[in-house]
């Protein structure tokens, strides 16, 4: 399958605007969200009440949560495009292919994630992206060995993206804004490949 350069950059910005459109659904939301503090999926749950999955013991209720679900789809979708766009670009070497899938796992976690909210299945809904958060780590580290332009760049969110997720992982210790952690952590995946040119 051939993605031509006007789709693929296209894909790309597209999965940026997640960050444009994901107001809406937490300006909606009728219980209080917080930015900084509660999980992007939170938006996406399809139940209202306090519980309404095993890790959020406040209160949720997002009314277009199906919406919000669609878009966590089409961002996957948007993104899958997009890396699969950079991954025909390179040299086609098993180490490039390996490094296409590893951050596709990322991509794939988001479409699981909008099929299956977290309190649907949370063990399901989030495996895929956990997953990704860590094997993007190896596909960008792949991709910046093969790279010409934007070698740097990708190191360089390679780093910021390792910062992110010890956070993260840190979070059950020390009280972080884990909201706002997550959404850095997908915001540098995003701009990742759209900042090339600028590189």
């Known amino acids: 399958m051939y993605i031509s350069k006007k789709v693929?950059?296209?894909s790309w910005f597209a999965t940026c605007?997640?960050?444009?459109?994901e107001p809406f659904f937490i300006l909606t939301?009728?219980?209080s969200y917080s930015f900084l503090h509660h999980a992007m999926s939170d938006l996406g749950v399809t139940s209202c009440g306090t519980y309404t999955y095993s890790i959020a013991p406040?209160?949720?209720c997002s009314p277009h949560h199906f919406w919000m679900n669609v878009l966590f789809i089409i961002n996957g979708l948007t993104l899958s495009i997009g890396v699969l766009y950079i991954s025909q670009n390179l040299k086609k070497t098993r180490k490039s292919q390996l490094a296409t899938a590893f951050i596709l796992i990322l991509a794939v976690g988001n479409i699981v994630s909008g099929f299956i909210p977290a309190d649907i299945n949370l063990f399901w809904h989030s495996i895929f992206?956990?997953?990704g958060m860590i094997t993007v780590l190896a596909g960008l580290w792949m991709y910046a060995s093969s790279l010409t332009s934007g070698k740097y760049w990708t190191y360089g969110?390679?780093?910021s993206l390792l910062v992110i997720l010890i956070l993260i992982m840190f979070v059950?210790?020390?009280p972080m804004p884990i909201g706002l952690l997550q959404r850095l952590f997908y915001l540098v995946i995003f701009i990742w490949a759209p900042c090339f040119p600028l590189c």
Do not use: D, H, K, M
């Open 172 to 174: 059950f210790f020390v």
């Open 8 to 10: 693929g950059i296209l």
């Open 29 to 31: 939301s009728t219980a």
């Open 58 to 60: 406040y209160e949720i």
């Open 17 to 21: 605007l997640y960050f444009l459109v």
């Open 129 to 131: 992206a956990q997953l």
């Open 157 to 159: 969110c390679l780093v």
